[in-house]
Nanobody, 118 residues
């Protein structure tokens, strides 16, 4: 069994910064890509950023230049550094990882709330 545990959300004023972390725990698993998604009230869940096992990154246009995704493979952890936050960044942020136990599957964290006030 594998779990993704997120931390780092909270309330921030516009222009501020937050850093999200997500650690995968369990035994005998391999991780391919890792990423962050978000879901605002009344909207569909959307990709924010993802990162391959080799370090290649991909960002939503709305966060390019403001957010940075990174990972520590030794710690099975992915990070999302969020700078120059805007009220429209307010959402529940979910960690995602493609993990192999017996087979490859997508795993999700429980979500962490990020609220940006104007």
């Amino acid at each position: 069994q594998v779990q993704l545990v997120e931390s780092g959300g909270g309330l921030m004023q516009a222009g501020g910064s937050l850093r999200l972390s997500c650690a995968a725990s369990g035994s005998r698993f391999s991780i391919n890509s890792m990423g962050w998604y978000r879901q605002a009230p009344g909207k569909q869940r959307e990709l924010v950023a993802d990162i391959s096992s080799g370090g290649s990154t991909n960002y939503a246009d709305s966060v390019k230049g403001r957010f940075t995704i990174s990972r520590d493979n030794a710690k099975n952890t992915v990070y999302l550094q969020m700078n120059s936050l805007k009220p429209e960044d307010t959402a529940v942020y979910y960690c995602n990882a493609r993990i192999r136990l017996a087979h490859w599957n997508d795993y999700w964290g429980q979500g962490t709330q990020v609220t940006v006030s104007s």
